[in-house]
């Protein structure tokens, strides 16, 4: 059982509650405004109405059946809200009635203080939330144009924005179109086989190089290690345009240039990198004497490597592994100057699609790629707690 006191919930000033909810209406109120052509009077009407929500919610209902009252809430704004913009409307509507139904009586009632030790300041609770806000509302600002993609891959027309059929939830707006566009169209099918063929390989030989140097790196005894790190981690940092410009040239020289193991190559050097920082990473906590314990009882280098050093560093080969592979899956930039009209990859189909065509195939392609990319990522995110699992950084 813990220890800590935690501060007991107790009705606020009206003083403190109405300016905080009002404020929060305002900021709400600027998109409604926006949307009706005036962000000023969505600002001063979202204060207000909040305002006089959060009176009437703690002052004269209390906590006197408020479950009952905070559906009332949302029915009401869900009512207001279709009257206003038919279905769209109401599921905004509704939306809104339950964050203010809530958020008036988390204020008005100082539960926003019951998960808080009683001994932080004033200025620390507001920080303490201010700064979740912030994270929120980075988080919203990165997340949306993302989130904005998926329902335009279902557009039934052939436009890049929201039809007033998509707008009311009609059937009819939604269609399957350019995701079966994308599956039998020859030249996405085509880009997507390179793809393929293209990523696995470029991956394995990122890990294969990528573990072997994030081990050597990780003994003592090599000199120059800080130097050759920085040389071995640059395709990060150096600006893809220039290291995409000296691939070209590079490969030229060699003729490897518009065949499918420039293209391997290329793309394996961007995802080394990778591989080498999420395994030096792991190895950080690796004990090695469980090595030299290995070599005293006979076995090899490579007996110890991969009966010992291997399993416990593999989440983290298998993390560098996934970083590769999208890396090399969602490269465009350097496919351009290496690549070739028959080695045209699913970025480089899409960047096409965009300066020539405007095909809105490219968002059934966007969103099929966000949905494998957050796939790999939860997959490196259960890795990341297996590891930390196995060095006993976390419990079990």
């Known amino acids: 059982m813990s220890d800590v006191i935690l501060t007991p919930a107790k009705k606020q000033p009206l003083n403190f509650t109405l300016p905080v909810v009002g404020a929060a209406g305002a900021f709400a109120g600027i998109f409604i405004g926006a949307a009706n052509g005036s962000s000023l009077l969505g600002i001063i009407g979202g204060a207000i109405l909040m305002a006089a929500l959060a009176f009437v919610l703690v002052q004269i209902f209390g906590t006197q059946s408020e479950k009952a009252v905070r559906w009332g809430v949302v029915a009401l704004f869900a009512l207001v809200g279709f009257l206003l913009g038919a279905i769209p409307g109401l599921v905004i509507g509704a939306l809104f009635g339950w964050f203010f139904g809530w958020f008036?009586?988390?204020?008005?009632?100082?539960?926003?203080?019951?998960?808080?030790?009683?001994y932080l300041t004033a200025g620390q609770v507001l920080w303490h939330y201010t700064f979740r806000v912030i994270c929120g509302a980075i988080f919203v600002?990165?997340?949306?144009?993302?989130?904005v993609v998926m329902p335009l891959s279902f557009n039934a027309e052939n436009f890049f924005t929201f039809t007033p059929e998509m707008l009311r939830f009609d059937p009819e707006g939604y269609?399957?179109?350019?995701?079966?566009?994308f599956l039998t169209n020859p030249e996405w099918t085509?880009?997507?086989?390179?793809?393929?063929l293209i990523a696995p390989v470029a991956t394995l030989i990122s890990v294969s190089l990528g573990t072997l140097a994030a081990i050597g790196l990780s003994q003592s005894h090599v000199p120059g290690k800080r130097a050759i790190m920085a040389i071995l981690i640059s395709p990060m940092i150096v600006p893809l345009i220039i290291s995409a410009t000296g691939m070209y040239f590079f490969y030229s020289k060699i003729g490897i240039v518009g065949t499918y193991w420039g293209v391997v190559l290329a793309h394996a050097v961007l995802g080394i990198p990778f591989v080498i920082i999420t395994v030096t990473a792991t190895l950080v906590?690796?004990?090695r004497s469980l090595t030299r314990a290995a070599a005293n009882m006979g076995a090899n280098p490579l007996t110890t490597f991969f009966r010992v050093q291997m399993p416990?560093?593999?989440?983290?080969?298998?993390?560098?592994?996934?970083f590769a592979f999208i890396t090399s899956f969602d490269e465009v930039v350097v496919v351009l100057f290496i690549g070739s009209a028959e080695l045209q990859t699913l970025p480089w189909q899409m960047f096409t699609g965009l300066r020539e065509q405007i095909s809105p195939t490219i968002l059934a392609a966007a969103t099929i790629l966000v949905g494998i990319s957050i796939l790999l990522l939860s997959t490196v995110e259960l890795l990341r707690r297996r590891s930390e699992r196995l060095r006993g950084m976390s419990p079990g």
């Open 285 to 287: 906590g690796f004990d």
């Open 175 to 181: 269609s399957l179109r350019h995701y079966r566009d």
């Open 104 to 118: 008036s009586y988390w204020v008005g009632f100082g539960r926003y203080r019951v998960h808080l030790v009683p």
């Open 190 to 196: 085509r880009a997507v086989k390179n793809s393929l």
């Open 141 to 147: 600002f990165l997340i949306t144009p993302i989130i």
């Open 312 to 322: 416990l560093i593999l989440p983290g080969v298998i993390s560098g592994g996934l």
